[in-house]
């Protein structure tokens, strides 16, 4: 079954430095996905991406992210300058439609866990 | 705002032992209501998708049902490989995005 593959799977990272989380969505997908995850917290919507383009972002996602689509497989988010807080699992997802009932589905990568030292 | 709150926050049950996890949301226009399974250090995985007030769906040892206000998960004759932690998830009209509840957590005890 095809799946949104995510890279690295473990990333450390000192204060202040910038890092790039990678994915790669299903490749029929047309709606992609960042989402993150704090240890023991709920799922957090950081943004949504369509068309080259965000849709959608949360409070969380600010000046310091960014999300790009560099060539037609790959999905990234970047963080420039990281902070203590920004520690936590990053989930990548794609979906193939949006509000067509009977075939939305969110399908997820397995994540990078996002160390701040 | 969309908001979604599930109980219990963990449920411990006896093999066999059948159980039901409520979600209860608050959206302006439901445009689908997700159940998803997620194992420890793993991506949520999918189980099943609900858009209207009385549909239900099943797999295995699992039925998803809705109403207007909550939606439940029932497990019926549990088994130990279907401990995880089980999160429900709405998405409302003219968004993006998913709002996902804070799960619960279910061990089954052999």
């Known amino acids: 079954e095809p799946e949104v593959t995510q890279t690295p799977s473990h990333q450390v990272t000192q204060m202040g430095q910038e890092v790039i989380l990678r994915c790669v969505p299903i490749?029929?997908?047309?709606?992609f996905y960042w989402y993150r995850q704090i240890l023991g917290q709920k799922v957090e919507f950081l943004v949504s991406f369509y068309n080259n383009e965000i849709s959608e972002k949360s409070e969380i996602f600010d000046d310091q992210f960014s999300v790009e689509r560099p060539d037609g497989s790959n999905f990234t988010l970047k963080i420039r300058s990281t902070k203590l807080e920004d520690s936590a699992m990053y989930f990548c997802a794609s979906s193939e439609v949006l509000l067509r009932q009977g075939r939305e589905k969110l399908f997820f990568g397995s994540g990078t866990q996002l160390s701040v030292l | 705002e969309d908001q979604v709150t599930q109980s219990p926050e963990a449920l411990r049950l006896q093999e066999g032992e059948s159980s039901s996890l409520n979600c209860s949301y608050t959206?302006?226009?439901?445009?689908?209501l997700f159940w998803y399974r997620q194992d420890p250090g793993k991506g949520p995985e999918f189980l099943f998708t609900l858009y209207s007030a009385g549909e239900e769906k099943e797999k295995e040892r699992l039925k998803a049902t809705l109403t207007k206000k909550e939606s439940f998960l029932h497990i019926t004759a549990p088994k130990p490989e279907d401990s995880a932690t089980y999160l429900c998830a709405v998405h409302g009209s003219g968004t993006y995005k998913y709002i996902f509840g804070t799960g619960t957590r279910l061990k089954v005890l052999a």
């Open positions: 959206v302006s226009g439901l445009r689908g």
């Open positions: 490749s029929n997908h047309l709606y």
